[in-house]
């Protein structure tokens, strides 16, 4: 073109920039953008669009979001297309802010949001874990008459199923399945996941079910889903349905993983069959899989549910695991073993292990403890945890009111966390110093979805028992409060009978 006197416009600039986006380096593509004014070429919405992607696919996004800028300060019309590139790189670069805000902008300007606008940002809002705005978006979009595609339901069930909106989840599922789109096994295994986190389990059935019948080998279950599967039933303590699921895997050819052995487990825990965690156990030691630190946490999780006569089972298999923390169970369980020594011991398997189970370890053991009537040495822990900052703001002050707060604690780390937080208080009564006017217990209002029960249910139970003065607060759900004269009066009342 150039040897033969053709004058490049802004189709051949487009086409050449495409080109570069499409398959040469991710420079390329700005570098001929910046040969255009050269040209005598001034870059359009398409131009820019272009541009814009080509940056943000190679990840610089700042160059992209400048071109924008840019673009806008020329004056130039903002189109949808320009609008969805900006927004996807905004998402990409984790500034899902920045891609509402692009979202907002384009409709106050006039712009009408097409298609790929629309499922652009139901994807970035689903990955920035706002499902609220997604339904919101959802039913704009079909108030303005967009009809959906595939893609958007996609969007829809990614976001759902990560926040756990199982009801919109399943509503989606079975429109989509209504409509006989494609549903991939990814998908399939992300609303089993959260049908395993939230209880569902008739729902999880029914996606099994239709993943069996699939005529597609590419929707048939792998070993992620029968994973999801047998956590369902470990969480419900169904043995013959987590068994059951263990035999299909094996048949449709997959081994089973530390994942798969840890469900298994913590459901012959929960079912109280010993001997078949043992057994379980062995199945991974056969397999030669190395057991890790969540692994290890199951095992602890097993152990405090234990009966007495058969802890050795369990703690013989936790020793097997991890001989560090083999050898705390082993000072906790045995009486004589001095708590100081205890302490040492599970300050040193805290301190190592990774950060996402410190707090179940230090739940799980103060369990344990409580379950042995040990509270010596689950008064020892909590400190141990406290000191590594396990447990942050358990306790707060103000002028009106003291609280304890034990939400995220299990039963055995709550109660020994109060019968710390209450011989601190007949502490500062002994030496003279005045309670607040108000002291309240906050222990959160949520359930265990599969129990049914939560620590505010066992809470309150445990509070009748010691008579304490602490009463459920109506106007506030998952808190016990009292006064500091009943409060003065019951403890200086318990330390009495206690002498």
Not at 341 to 353: D, H, N, P, Q
Request: net charge negative; hydrophobic share 40%.
């Amino acid at each position: 073109m150039m040897r033969d006197g053709v004058r490049p416009d802004n189709t051949t600039f487009s086409t050449v920039i495409s080109s570069a986006r499409a398959c040469g380096p991710p420079g390329k593509a700005v570098e001929w953008f910046e040969k255009m004014p050269e040209a005598g070429c001034s870059p359009d919405m398409l131009t820019y669009s272009v541009v814009i992607d080509a940056c943000g696919r190679a990840g610089n996004a700042e160059m992209a979001l400048r071109l924008y800028d840019r673009a806008r300060d020329e004056r130039c019309q903002l189109d949808p297309v320009i609008c969805a590139t900006v927004m996807k790189v905004h998402s990409t670069s984790g500034n899902f802010d920045g891609a509402l805000n692009v979202f907002e902008e384009m409709k106050a300007v006039s712009v009408k949001p097409n298609l790929v606008v629309y499922n652009t940002v139901l994807d970035a809002m689903g990955r920035a874990m706002r499902p609220w705005v997604v339904k919101t978006i959802h039913r704009e979009m079909v108030s303005q008459q967009v009809q959906p595609n595939r893609a958007t339901y996609c969007c829809l069930l990614q976001a759902y199923t990560r926040a756990r909106y199982g009801e919109d989840a399943m509503v989606v599922y079975r429109v989509m399945k209504d409509e006989a789109m494609d549903i991939d096994v990814v998908l399939y295994n992300m609303l089993l996941s959260m049908c395993a986190d939230i209880g569902y389990a008739e729902e999880a059935e029914e996606i099994f079910r239709d993943m069996k019948t699939s005529m597609d080998s590419r929707f048939k279950p792998d070993s992620w889903t029968y994973s999801s599967m047998v956590t369902l039933y470990s969480c419900t303590g169904n043995v013959p349905g987590a068994e059951g699921i263990l035999k299909e895997m094996k048949e449709a050819g997959f081994k089973p993983n530390i994942f798969i052995l840890t469900s298994l487990i913590r459901c012959y825990g929960k079912a109280e069959c010993t001997d078949d965690v043992v057994r379980s156990f062995g199945m991974l030691e056969d397999l030669k899989i190395t057991p890790d630190d969540r692994f290890c946490g199951c095992l602890l999780t097993v152990a405090a549910d234990t009966p007495v006569e058969e802890l050795g089972k369990v703690g013989d298999c936790i020793d097997r695991s991890n001989a560090q923390l083999g050898a705390v169970v082993k000072l906790l369980v045995d009486r004589k073993a001095s708590t100081e020594s205890f302490k040492e011991a599970a300050r040193a398997i805290l301190s190592g292990v990774c950060s996402v189970v410190k707090m179940p370890y230090c739940n799980c053991l103060m369990d344990l403890c409580v379950n042995l009537g040990q509270m010596e040495k689950a008064c020892a822990l909590l400190d141990a945890a406290l000191q590594l900052d396990i447990y942050s703001n358990v306790q707060t002050r103000t002028q009106v009111q003291w609280s304890l707060h034990l939400r995220g604690l299990s039963v055995g780390a709550a109660l020994t966390t109060l019968h710390v937080w209450m011989n601190d208080l007949y502490t500062t009564l002994q030496n003279g110093e005045e309670l607040p006017p108000l002291l309240g217990i906050h222990t959160g209002e949520g359930k265990n979805m599969y129990s049914g029960k939560g620590l505010v249910s066992v809470f309150e139970s445990h509070l009748k028992e010691l008579d304490v003065p602490f009463h459920a607060a109506p106007d506030k759900a998952g808190w016990f409060l009292t006064t500091s004269v009943a409060a003065k009066h019951w403890l200086e009342a318990k330390k009495s009978s206690e002498s």
